[in-house]
């Protein structure tokens, strides 16, 4: 029988099938690249938290050693300016009796108290006084008056009317704290895009409504900015006014340490106030923080620190 006119396709060719070896050796490869990134992604991590820690760190250092090259040059005493082994050292005295913790109580205390009130007043009245343009064209003249009168003019007035003691303290930091929330939610809430408040009246929402959910998000990063400068005043001024006859607190212990010519004392209670100070500008920081994740939102470089 002869052979067909013509032979079947015998299909595509089959490939040699690839040796083990070179598949071991892609493995290898591919593990020594993911090693490789691992270890830049980890490199690159460590480089960012140096230089986040480190560079802070260094400017005090910086700053301990300028202070200690002062002692020690002999232009002060030791009773003018104490090193910082010697102020230390009056630090632990105060925080091993108790002592510290009693101040520290006592001005955070009065410091919540008058930064509540300031800011809860402060915040409130800027949204009626931003929403209501007349009402605040009526009182902005009495606020630009009393705005520039420094908290220390009013100590005569604040002995005199409310004794000495806890409230003068409280007065005098309310109003180192008041105004700055006033002005910065006044002014956030009148640059709040017309936009947005026509598109929430096309959708029929009420003046409420309208300030609760659509004034309020949009105006908070500069309220945030108005009471972080709150904030920092209220703190400021504590010290001055625990001087209004206050037993207790860091203020009273700058005066206390001063009578007794405790220099090394009195540096320390310095520090002391600027430690709770940066721990109290961290928090607020943090709480913002929350906040905004809470509404969905992104800060902006420099809103939140």
């Not at 591919?30 to 820690?53: C, E, M």
């Not at 504590?238 to 607190?249: D, T, Y």
């Not at 928090?283 to 620190?305: F, K």
């Amino acid at each position: 029988m002869g052979a067909p006119p013509y032979a079947a396709d015998p299909g595509p060719s089959p490939q040699p099938a690839r040796p083990a070896e070179g598949e071991a050796s892609d493995a290898i490869a591919l593990r020594a690249l993911a090693s490789r990134r691992a270890s830049s992604v980890t490199a690159s991590q460590v480089t960012r938290a140096l230089d986040r820690w480190l560079v802070p760190v260094s400017g005090i250092a910086a700053l301990v050693l300028a202070w200690e090259a002062a002692a020690w040059s002999g232009r002060w005493t030791a009773e003018q300016l104490p090193g910082p082994i010697a102020v230390l050292g009056a630090g632990a005295q105060i925080l091993a009796d108790g002592t510290l913790f009693v101040h520290v109580g006592a001005s955070l205390a009065r410091f919540l108290v008058a930064y509540a009130l300031a800011g809860t007043l402060g915040v409130t009245l800027g949204l009626v006084f931003g929403w209501r343009e007349r009402l605040w064209r009526a009182f902005d003249p009495v606020v630009q008056l009393l705005r520039p009168v420094s908290p220390i003019a009013w100590f005569p007035l604040a002995v005199l009317w409310l004794g000495i003691g806890d409230v003068p303290a409280i007065a005098i930091i309310f109003l180192a704290s008041f105004f700055p929330a006033l002005l910065s939610t006044v002014a956030a809430v009148r640059r709040v895009d017309p936009l947005l408040l026509r598109i929430a009246r096309n959708f029929g929402s009420s003046d409420r409504d309208i300030v609760l959910k659509v004034v309020v998000p949009a105006a908070f990063p500069q309220v945030a900015v108005g009471l972080h400068i709150a904030l920092g005043a209220a703190w400021v001024y504590l010290v001055a006014g625990e001087m209004l006859g206050a037993r207790s607190g860091l203020g009273f212990l700058v005066m206390d340490a001063r009578n007794f010519l405790r220099t090394d004392l009195l540096l320390f209670a310095v520090l002391v106030i600027g430690v709770v100070g940066l721990a109290l500008d961290k928090a607020i920081g943090a709480a913002e923080r929350r906040i905004y994740r809470a509404w969905g939102a992104v800060p902006a470089p420099g809103d939140v620190t």
